[in-house]
């Protein structure tokens, strides 16, 4: 009966310290809008990270078309435990490489940087096949602590 006693609280002490963990990994969820009217495009960005560390990205913008017709969509969503991106850490930065879903596997990657301001998610060499026809990728989006609107650089094609 003793040793059953002595293993309970082994077990206990591991279960409490394992909620411990649980509750100091702190989850902050950053988000935030945009909309460019001289481009036609609106968009949104939002952040996860837990204990620190960025857990999944998500990005979405709309380009208007012609009236009556539907417009055009890009996006990214990249997840540390999804099995279409592998992330490594590179300097100050975390890569996010697309590397498992076919049409995607061309090398395709996007930088995350945490920075004094929020958080940038820099796509400059992200592939436009996440697009529909007529949109395209911007530059980077930086996803503010302190705000709710984006920071978004588009690409000059001018």
């Known amino acids: 009966m003793r040793k059953h006693r002595w293993l309970s609280a082994l077990i206990c002490i591991g279960c409490s310290g394992a909620i411990a963990a649980a509750a100091s990994a702190k989850?902050?969820?950053?988000?935030?809008?945009?909309?460019?009217?001289?481009?036609?495009?609106?968009?949104?960005?939002?952040?996860?990270?837990?204990?620190?560390?960025?857990?999944?990205?998500?990005?979405?913008?709309?380009?208007?078309?012609?009236?009556?017709?539907?417009?055009?969509?890009?996006?990214?969503?990249?997840?540390?435990?999804?099995?279409e991106t592998k992330w490594s850490r590179k300097g100050r930065s975390i890569e996010v490489e697309f590397v498992d879903a076919p049409r995607y596997n061309d090398g395709s990657s996007m930088l995350i940087l945490r920075t004094s301001n929020g958080i940038l998610l820099d796509m400059s060499n992200a592939k436009n096949t996440y697009c529909g026809a007529g949109a395209s990728l911007p530059k980077s989006v930086l996803v503010p602590f302190a705000s709710k609107k984006c920071v978004v650089k588009f690409w000059d094609y001018r």
């Open 27 to 83: 989850v902050a969820l950053f988000s935030c809008k945009y909309e460019v009217e001289n481009r036609g495009t609106a968009g949104w960005a939002t952040v996860k990270v837990v204990g620190g560390e960025v857990q999944k990205v998500d990005f979405d913008d709309f380009y208007k078309s012609f009236p009556g017709r539907p417009g055009y969509q890009c996006g990214i969503g990249a997840s540390r435990d999804d099995k």
